[in-house]
């Protein structure tokens, strides 16, 4: 499976000729969505859910298909009629070839005063990929790759670094960047590395790895 990090939260993952994009917000490329078979959305927050760029990726691809909570879905289902599918915790799927399973309920706290939304997480293909959203979701098996969020207004390093711990993946790879200065990557890098007991790694937006 080849994995590309786009900037930010989002990512596309290819295998046998096909394509799975998940959380194209607005602080992704404009043609994130561009090209893929499915699209996954993990909340509606628009760092993760941008519409005009799911609307050029469904337009661009008649035969695209999106799965996400419903609250994303009521914006998109009329629009897209029965190419939007709503899922929820505990849901399974096949997307364009990829098998995925729907882990978490809920956005993690970023204030006491801020109602919580909801967030779900996508597990694919039985482990090798697993994407939170904005959640410290532990998924009950074990994770080959973990797609981490490394810096949010509801983070800090310390539970960043557990939540590597509790997950036990093989490796993690940086997602929800987008807020950390090039000065301030080496801390990330080397904290996490150094204490989460994975193998700590990031890809620059556009380049790919193969999990």
Not at 141 to 160: C, F, G, H, S, Y
Request: proline fraction near 6%.
């Amino acid at each position: 499976m080849k994995l590309t990090k786009k900037s930010h939260a989002c990512i596309r993952l290819e295998k046998d000729g096909r394509s799975l994009v998940i959380d194209p917000g607005v602080y992704t490329e404009e043609d994130a969505a561009v090209g893929a078979d499915a699209i996954l959305v993990t909340h509606e927050h628009p760092d993760h859910f941008d519409e005009e760029r799911l609307r050029a990726g469904m337009e661009a691809g008649p035969a695209t298909e999106i799965w996400t909570l419903k609250s994303v879905a009521d914006r998109l289902s009329a629009a897209f009629p029965g190419r939007v599918h709503t899922v929820g915790h505990g849901d399974t799927f096949t997307a364009a070839g990829f098998d995925v399973q729907v882990h978490g309920e809920l956005h993690a706290v970023i204030h006491p005063d801020i109602p919580r939304i909801t967030n779900v997480g996508y597990l694919v293909d039985g482990g090798r990929v697993f994407h939170p959203g904005d959640a410290l979701t532990v998924p009950d098996r074990q994770i080959d790759t973990l797609m981490l969020p490394v810096m949010a207004p509801w983070n800090k390093i310390a539970e960043v670094i557990d939540y590597v711990r509790e997950v036990k993946p093989q490796r993690a790879y940086d997602i929800h960047d987008a807020l950390i200065t090039d000065l301030a990557r080496p801390i990330y890098d080397h904290q996490i590395g150094a204490l989460g007991g994975a193998e700590h790694l990031r890809l620059a937006p556009g380049a790919s790895a193969e999990v």
